[in-house]
T-cell receptor, first 112, second 112 residues
Framework: EAQVTQNPRYLITVTGKKLTVTCSQN?????MSWYRQDPGLGLRQIYY???????DKGDVPEGYKVSRKEKRNFPLILESPSPNQTSLYFC???????????FGQGTRLTVV | QQQVKQSPQSLIVQKGGISIINCAYE??????FPWYQQFPGKGPALLIA?????SEKKEGRFTISFNKSAKQFSLHIMDSQPGDSATYFC???????????FGSGTQLTVLP
């Protein structure tokens, strides 16, 4: 089954404790991105990657890091999480040249 | 700067009624106009989309109307069903930036 898989689905952590949210897609998509969803704000792009070893900032990159060492994986790293990063996070992928994005199931992160 | 304004924030419709959601944008670089549908606990999924060279597109009970001069597009759901209850996002796409810009979302509830 073609899908984007995120882990974990739920995470509660404390301020300052580094964490990684994993994202993997099995559709051989070149383009991957991370979004955060907050009430009343829709989804905002954090980082995106056009292909392996190519990443760039989205609209709200502060406090986040990403890496793209393999085509299928695009982890999101919070090196020192803060309460304002409490949110619902989505990973998405798409084919180069395509306008349709495929989203994962989401990761609900709470930073206390 | 809010590039995409979506309204209403929430909408309650009786079964069989028509649901209408509107989206206004500012960025003339947008060149593809999709609507995404999100069910609770799931990621958004592409519902229907339109290119700017047409004014209307219909897929089953779902229709997009597009007004390029007014920089607006809307989603019409005919014969609304309880299974349509979800959050809907307009997310105009810029091919040059390869980026979706999401509206704030509309929570649709269809009463049985």
């Amino acid at each position: 089954e073609a899908q984007v898989t995120q882990n974990p689905r739920y995470l509660i952590t404390v301020t300052g404790k580094k964490l990684t949210v994993t994202c993997s897609q099995n559709m051989n998509h070149e383009y991957m991105s991370w979004y955060r969803q907050d009430p009343g704000l829709g989804l905002r792009q954090i980082y995106y990657s056009m292909n392996v070893e190519v990443t760039d900032k989205g609209d709200v990159p502060e406090g986040y890091k990403v890496s793209r060492k393999e085509k299928r994986n695009f982890p999101l790293i919070l090196e020192s999480p803060s309460p304002n990063q409490t949110s619902l996070y989505f990973c998405a992928s798409s084919l180069k040249g395509s306008t349709e994005a495929f989203f994962g199931q989401g990761t609900r992160l709470t930073v206390v | 700067q809010q590039q995409v304004k979506q309204s209403p924030q929430s909408l309650i419709v009786q079964k069989g009624g028509i649901s209408i959601i509107n989206c206004a944008y500012e960025n003339t670089a947008f060149d593809y106009f999709p609507w995404y549908q999100q069910f609770p606990g799931k990621g958004p999924a592409l519902l229907i989309a339109i290119r700017p060279d047409v004014s209307e597109k219909k897929e089953g009970r779902f229709t997009i109307s597009f007004n390029k001069s007014a920089k607006q597009f809307s989603l019409h759901i005919m014969d609304s069903q309880p299974g349509d209850s979800a959050t809907y996002f307009c997310a105009p796409f810029s091919g040059s930036a390869r980026q979706l810009t999401f509206g704030s979302g509309t929570q649709l509830t269809v009463l049985p």
